[in-house]
T-cell receptor, first 113, second 115 residues
């Protein structure tokens, strides 16, 4: 079975550019989570969806960040405009609605110059 | 106050020995869940074990067990018979309450297994 798929795996961009991160959850999973991991702040939840509906976006840093889940098999996290402090590893995770554990993707390492 | 506290930044253990990684949590909810994840140097997050607050028995998954002491609000991970491949960062996390799926992670413990 395929796990959570994220693309790209690495992204290097310049300050001010738009960045779009993509995630395909495990088939049959109804919940999708976006996390950010940095040395300073550790691993923190940005937003999560249940059945494609955003439930908690309190972790989204500011209006430059937006996330969508147009269908059950695809989600995007967009940063516009990007800033150097957005440099981090961004993880997507998914979970069955009735399950406990979240399964993580391999992450996207974002570097904003 | 920190919701999840992992006081050991780093731990060393010899191969084949057991090791305990500490985790304490802070919540006033009666219903919550506790998780442990492993992050090897390759970067992926691997789910290890889960304990629900109402579970009577300590959770076990192969060589992993969770020493759940509710009164002390601790959820320590015990790895038995350590292997070199266990060298990684280990994160404790909590889902707090019925009405959220949000996980709050601790700062992690780096475990090094030596021959």
């Amino acid at each position: 079975d395929a796990g959570v798929i994220q693309s790209p795996r690495h992204e290097v961009t310049e300050m001010g550019q738009e960045v779009t991160l993509r995630c395909k959850p495990i088939s049959g999973h109804n919940s999708l989570f976006w996390y950010r991991q940095t040395m300073m702040r550790g691993l923190e939840l940005l937003i999560y969806f249940n059945n494609n509906v955003p439930i908690d976006d309190s972790g989204m840093p500011e209006d430059r960040f937006s996330a969508k889940m147009p269908n059950a098999s695809f989600s995007t996290l967009k940063i516009q405009p990007s800033e150097p402090r957005d440099s981090a590893v961004y993880f997507c995770a998914s979970r069955r609605l009735a399950g406990d554990e979240q399964f993580f993707g391999p992450g996207t390492r974002l570097t904003v110059l | 106050a920190q919701k999840i506290t992992q006081t050991q930044p780093g731990m060393f253990v010899q191969e084949k020995e057991a090791v305990t990684l500490d985790c304490t949590y802070d919540t006033s909810d009666q219903s919550y869940g506790l998780f442990w994840y492993k992050q090897p140097s390759s970067g992926e997050m691997i789910f290890l074990i889960y304990q629900g607050s109402y579970d009577e028995q300590n959770a076990t998954e192969g060589r992993y067990s969770l020493n759940f002491q509710k009164a002390r609000k601790s959820a320590n991970l015990v790895i038995s018979a350590s292997q070199l491949g266990d060298s990684a960062m280990y994160f404790c996390a909590m889902r707090e309450g019925y009405n959220t799926d949000k996980l709050i992670f601790g700062t992690g413990t780096r475990l090094q297994v030596f021959p």
